[in-house]
């Protein structure tokens, strides 16, 4: 079983800058692609970014250019660096990753946006 721990939300002005975690912990052996996605009120969850074991990465084109997401591969953990946040970035981000073709989520972090 794997289990997820994210840390990093909050709140942020416009403008502003934070930093998401997500450490897998529990039976890790080999895991492919990690990613974070987010959901806003009264909206489905998207897709925000992910990258695979390899370094590729993928966004969506809302947060191309502001937004970065890396791995560290010896700590099992994914990181999402946020930039020039905007109120329409506030969501409930969640950390997803895959290994042998199962999805394991973590439970949310919620980052909230003000203007």
């Known amino acids: 079983q794997v289990q997820l721990v994210e840390s990093g939300g909050g709140l942020v002005q416009a403008g502003g800058s934070l930093r998401l975690s997500c450490a897998a912990v529990?039976?890790?052996?080999?895991?492919?692609?990690m990613g974070w996605y987010r959901q806003a009120p009264g909206k489905q969850r998207e897709l925000v970014a992910t990258i695979i074991s390899g370094g590729s990465t993928n966004y969506a084109g809302s947060v191309k250019g502001r937004f970065t997401i890396s791995r560290d591969n010896a700590k099992n953990t994914v990181y999402l660096q946020m930039n020039s946040l905007k109120p329409e970035d506030t969501a409930v981000y969640y950390c997803?990753?895959?290994?042998?073709?199962?999805?394991?989520w973590g439970k949310g972090i919620l980052v909230n946006v003000s203007s």
């Open positions: 997803s990753v895959q290994q042998t073709y199962v999805n394991y």
């Open positions: 529990g039976s890790i052996f080999s895991i492919n692609t």
